[in-house]
């Protein structure tokens, strides 16, 4: 395994990065060299239209798909040379993931699917409950701890999915369509907790969005079109 | 790992009916592999019973060639040899030809050879003093409701004509596969009917008993040699060699119930892969989600295999808890009425660990395709977002 390092405030840095699906003998092009580089502390909006691969860059920053060339250094690590063992290793330690549709486990509490990934640290049980007290409160979800995902609105299980998302102190927090299944009130308060945690505790998020209205809450916006970044 | 456990018992019954209707399929497949598993320990029971403290010689041409009694005093010499005892199958009825069980006329020292057979010291004498006295099973007693004192009459078959017994003793096993369905009678009493037709003394089977059975190997070898240019030929065999031989006679039965066995197995194990198969499906996506969220395969693997443990094993459980009241239904009424062929017709221990094994084997063989593809999903199809 080899590992760069990258600039002490570039958290990702990609370079000639390309990615194409096989579908039997159809070869289909979805990102085509792309070169990005993210600060530490940024707040970037992806934006373009569908099919243009934003939800397939996001998922490469985040380890949970593989280039079909180029580098992807992530906070230090190159991420596209990591073992499956030791990427879902890395994910756990560094990435905050929020998707559109929430992804709650329906038969655990909030307060237990927050906790889902502390579990696979070595806290304790104590340190764990108080982490998750900690991002709960944040989210303005503390007194709704015991509900399980079908007895919170929308706008509550996104704000968990969020805490979810925090709970280990991720390096980088990647949204696809965070406000896309949302209501535009309870889009808002997500937005506003978005903000929030890139101003008040410095997180560097990445958001997928169509939204224009969720866009300008970003630092700067980059479009992606037919693969390619603008 | 805590959590993970937790979420293997919650998802075990997310599908209150999925998950009734599964744990039903493998309790009833449970109940037929438990019978199933029963009548082949009943057909093998002889063979549990056996001592290795006893060996059986027989005509060497078959079961139904009697030897002659002047072999007995020749067998004693053996070296080894602590007892020898003989016995022949009377083959009667008692009052209905399909009412049948075994009868046995034996010499006196025949039940000092199964220290198994427990019978009153008082029984005991009375029955060895009177000629006409026999000794019967409890179990026995129990089907015909017969009470010490008792007058029976037998219908012989082989040996024709209405025989006369009285009843001076119920015996009963001090273990419990002690076969206690057997009538036992005076060997005497056959033998002057046979030599009033002028058959002479013969007897169907020698019982020998030794100390060491260790020595068996040798014993049985110098017996045969012993009347191996005799008229009549010996085979002396174990105990359990002896009765192996009788459970071989109803091969193709064993054989029919050990398949229909592995079928009721494979039965568990549709029903389940069928269920995992169908919960991993619909799971998929949060199983991407536990990906991303840095869960590997192992993890994946406890949860899908966990909740087939978990499903599983509840279906075993009560499938079992059904059978021994099953078994316990059925097997009075076997042993009642084919008491001759399972003397002892009960749900073991080894039978309920067997079934609940095989079961629990049948779930987790069925959840690994399930695994096997939830493991192997890239995460990014898993979450079927691919823009």
Redesign the interface.
Known sequence: MSVQTAVATDVVRMSGVTKVYHRDTLRIPVLDGIDMTIREGEFLALQGPSGSGKTTLLNLIAGIDRPSSGSIVVSGTDIAKLSESALARWRARHVGFIFQFYHLIPVLTARQNVELPLTLTSLSRSQRKEHVATVLKIVGLEDRMDHLPRQLSGGQEQRVAIARAIVSDPTILLADEPTGDLDAKSAEEILVLLERLNKEFGKTIVMVTHDPRAAVRAHAIRHLDKGVLD | ????L??TV??SV?NPLRTTLTVTGIAIGVIAFSFLQTVLAAYYFGLDASSPKRLVARHRVSLFNLLPLAQAAKMREVPGVTQVSYGIWFGGYYRDPTQFFGQIAVDPQYLDLYPEFVLPPDQKQAYLAEQQACIVGRKLANRFDWKVGDKITITGQIFPGDWDFIIRGIYHGNQPNTDETSMFFHWKRLDEWLLAREQGSQVGWYLLGVDDPSQNSRITAAVDDLFFNSTAPTLTETEKEFNASFVSMFGSVLTTIKIASGIVIVIILLIMANTMMMAARERI??YG?????????FHLATLIGGEALVVTFLGAVLGCAASYGIVAMFGKAIEMNLGQMFPVFELKPSTVALSVGMALAAGLVACLAPIARSVRL???QA?R???
Do not use: D, Q, S, Y
């Open positions: 790992m805590l959590h993970i937790a979420l919650r998802n997310r996506t949060e989600v536990l990906k991303t969220l840095g869960f590997r395969g890239p995460i990014a979450l977002r691919v823009e």
